[in-house]
């Protein structure tokens, strides 16, 4: 079981659809994360929660919505969104968002592609 | 604004070539510095990381980097590329302060490591 999971690896949505990203992480962390990258650009953290507090949002449009039920797993959902939205969506996990050695790792990604 | 910079967008190197890929931040105070690699259809994952001690941190796969606090620099080095060494590389700095101690990532830069 590898350490973060995304599920879908790929997703086609229309500007008017509903959807949601998942993502599990099996290594016992306290803090999860939701990053966008698109070409060209740095990756973007959007989302921050610890022991399942979202202690971050970096100004995200409220057409992302995260949900995080429980310290293992972490939603975004996703609607109305636009072309422009069109990215690689990373989930990351940590131990703890303060911890002097804290070091993020990374799910594969979810490639989305707003219509 | 906390910042990080990579100068080399895209690196083309032949085989056996050496490698050093710059990586500069803004910030003057506590920083944990992380370099992650991206190989083709794979996820982040990370190389290396620097909290403290020796600034010459050894990683996975005979990558090295230098911390050099004065020039606010931690340039990725390996001696010898292989072709399975082509990949995008990120680096990333943890600057403390702040709620969270926002993990900032450079654009990346790709690195194409020919036969």
């Known amino acids: 079981e590898t350490g973060v999971t995304q599920t879908p690896r790929h997703l086609v949505m229309g500007m008017t659809n509903k959807k949601s990203l998942k993502c599990e992480q099996h290594?016992?962390?306290?803090?999860m994360y939701w990053y966008k990258q698109s070409a060209k650009k740095p990756l973007e953290l959007m989302f921050v929660y610890s022991l399942e507090e979202r202690v971050e949002n970096n100004s995200v449009p409220s057409r992302f919505s995260p949900e995080c039920p429980n310290s293992s797993h972490l939603f975004l959902h996703l609607h109305t969104l636009q072309p422009e939205d069109s990215a690689l969506y990373l989930c990351?996990?940590?131990?703890?968002?303060?911890?002097?050695?804290?070091?993020?790792?990374f799910g594969p990604g979810t490639r989305l592609t707003v219509l | 604004a906390q910042s990080v910079s990579q100068h080399n967008h895209h690196v083309i190197l032949s085989e056996a070539a050496s490698l050093e890929l710059g990586c500069n931040y803004s910030?003057?105070?506590?920083?944990?510095l992380f370099w992650y690699v991206q190989y083709p259809g794979q996820h982040l994952q990370l190389l290396l990381k620097y909290f403290s001690g020796d600034p010459l941190v050894k990683g996975i796969k005979g990558f090295e980097a230098e911390f050099i606090k004065s020039k606010f620099s931690f340039n990725l080095r390996k001696p010898s590329v292989q072709w399975s060494d082509t990949a995008e590389y990120f680096c990333a700095v943890r600057f403390y302060g702040g709620a969270t101690n926002k993990l900032i990532f450079g654009t990346g830069t790709l690195l194409a490591v020919q036969p």
């Open positions: 910030y003057g105070g506590t920083v944990n």
């Open positions: 990351a996990s940590s131990q703890d968002v303060l911890g002097g050695t804290d070091t993020q790792y």
């Open positions: 290594l016992g962390h306290n803090a």
